[in-house]
């Protein structure tokens, strides 16, 4: 805490006459909801309300196609981005993620199989939803059989009924879906990908990565930022986190 202070005390005199920041995302729920064409609520809007609530930041949140996003903010037109990779140089990222895309290869709560391994998995039946390119990808990397289904619920459906023992569904979603079908199913771990997003800022306000991050460990710290993921999540924060620290394939 004391560290976040200094460090502010650095940083706030070069903002205090500037404009509110103004920070653009695309529609991601549950990380970014979208309503009335505003960001109005997900796990990642309500962390970045927060954390800039401690820092004493005025902001303004806009709505925009994600490439013109990106690209706003690499050009200092706009002042960050939600849920960016680190990739999308030259924005810059903290070191602590505000979201997680995490895939897993869930199977009924009675099957015997605890842990999950691509090569036992080599030539066995998987479930995916139809139309996900990404799925299928993965399925076809690590030489696994697919069985294509309409959607989500109707893949947790066949787990259900059997048809396949297997199915790759995203940890976000994975057990409401298969509950709302009367599913139940558990994920084995590790997880099958694990892929963290992050606020990004503009090259001009590089300095307020750090003090982001920083509030983002008070945030840990304090149980808050768990407290927001559990009210759009089956896992905390801490849990997500921890879970990302797999062993690839």
Avoid at 97 to 123: C, H, M, T
Avoid at 125 to 147: C, F, H, M, N
Wanted: net charge negative; hydrophobic share 40%.
């Amino acid at each position: 805490m004391k560290y976040v202070f200094l460090l502010w005390l650095f940083i706030l005199p070069q903002l205090v006459n500037a404009k509110p920041l103004k920070i653009c995302g695309s529609s991601f729920p549950p990380s970014t909801i979208v309503e009335d064409s505003k960001l109005v609520s997900g796990y990642s809007v309500e962390l970045i309300i927060e954390s800039f609530k401690r820092l004493g930041l005025e902001y303004h949140l806009e709505v925009l196609p994600w490439k013109r996003c990106l690209w706003l903010v690499k050009t200092n037109d706009f002042d960050a981005v939600i849920d960016t990779s680190i990739y999308n140089k030259p924005i810059v990222t903290g070191k602590l993620p505000i979201s997680f895309n995490q895939l897993a290869i869930y199977v009924r709560d009675d099957f015997e199989l605890e842990l999950y391994s691509a090569q036992k998995l080599k030539g066995k039946l998987i479930g995916i939803p139809r139309g996900y390119t990404s799925y299928a990808k993965i399925a076809q990397e690590r030489d696994w059989e697919v069985e294509e289904t309409d959607n989500e619920e109707n893949m947790f459906t066949m787990l259900k009924n059997k048809r396949f023992d297997y199915a790759l569904s995203d940890t976000s979603t994975a057990l409401s879906m298969a509950a709302s079908v009367g599913a139940n199913v558990r994920p084995l771990n590790p997880m099958v990908t694990s892929e963290q997003y992050y606020l990004g800022f503009s090259p001009n306000n590089a300095k307020l990565a750090d003090a982001f991050d920083n509030t983002l460990i008070e945030m840990i710290h304090d149980g808050s930022l768990d407290k927001i993921y559990s009210q759009y999540l089956p896992y905390t924060y801490t849990q997500m986190k921890k879970a990302s620290q797999f062993s690839p394939d």
